[in-house]
T-cell receptor, first 114, second 112 residues
Framework: KAGVTQTPRYLIKTRGQQVTLSCSPISGHRSVSWYQQTPGQGLQFLFEYFSETQRNKGNFPGRFSGRQFSNSRSEMNVSTLELGDSALYLC?????????????FGPGTRLLVL | SQQGEEDPQALSIQEGENATMNCSYKTSINNLQWYRQNSGRGLVHLILIRSNEREKHSGRLRVTLDTSKKSSSLLITASRAADTASYFCATNSGGSNYKLTFGKGTLLTVNP
């Protein structure tokens, strides 16, 4: 079974631009979560989607948004990029949401904002 | 905010030695998970231990959980150079606001 895939793998943007990242979960997985990883803040939860609904959101500004499609694929969007948004963005999928489920992570999208 | 705090931040050992990493957390949990990350890539799930479990094994990995001390440890036995990676603990507090809260990780270097 193919793992979680994320596209693109690398991205360079300039301040003020917007960016859209894509995540395809493991086949059959219906829950998708997004995390941001930076050297200073570590791994931080962004949001979680299940059945096209955002169930949970981390402590990030409204510039960070996401959505999930009916095939469980998910996208996240960051508008008006800032230098501090440079990070590795990781997507994780699980069969269902909830504390008993193991999350499987994709390779990440590395975003550099200049 | 970080829930788990790993200790030490960095660990360097020789191949064949055992490596022990510790994780402390602050609030009650539903389960605790350990992940490995190679050089800024995606996270690989290693093991999940539930709050009512005290010890769990998977191959060369042994995880313990002490909920009274709010701490966990990951032991890697007979380490190999390929074990070189960052190791993170992640806690899950359960409930409807389900999310994983990660520590900052331990960077393990296994020297051949």
């Amino acid at each position: 079974k193919a793992g979680v895939t994320q596209t693109p793998r690398y991205l360079i943007k300039t301040r003020g631009q917007q960016v859209t990242l894509s995540c395809s979960p493991i086949s059959g997985h219906r829950s998708v979560s997004w995390y941001q990883q930076t050297p200073g803040q570590g791994l931080q939860f962004l949001f979680e989607y299940f059945s096209e609904t955002q169930r949970n959101k981390g402590n990030f500004p409204g510039r960070f948004s996401g959505r999930q499609f009916s095939n469980s694929r998910s996208e996240m969007n960051v508008s008006t990029l800032e230098l501090g948004d440079s990070a590795l963005y990781l997507c994780a999928s699980s069969l269902l949401p909830g504390p008993k489920e193991t999350q499987y992570f994709g390779p990440g999208t590395r975003l550099l904002v200049l | 905010s970080q829930q788990g705090e790993e200790d030490p931040q960095a660990l360097s050992i020789q191949e064949g030695e055992n490596a022990t990493m510790n994780c402390s957390y602050k609030t009650s949990i539903n389960n605790l998970q350990w992940y490995r990350q190679n050089s800024g890539r995606g996270l690989v799930h290693l093991i999940l231990i539930r709050s009512n479990e005290r010890e769990k094994h998977s191959g060369r990995l042994r995880v313990t959980l002490d909920t009274s001390k709010k701490s966990s440890s990951l032991l890697i036995t007979a380490s190999r150079a390929a074990d070189t990676a960052s190791y993170f603990c992640a806690t899950n507090s359960g409930g409807s606001n389900y999310k994983l809260t990660f520590g900052k990780g331990t960077l393990l270097t296994v020297n051949p």
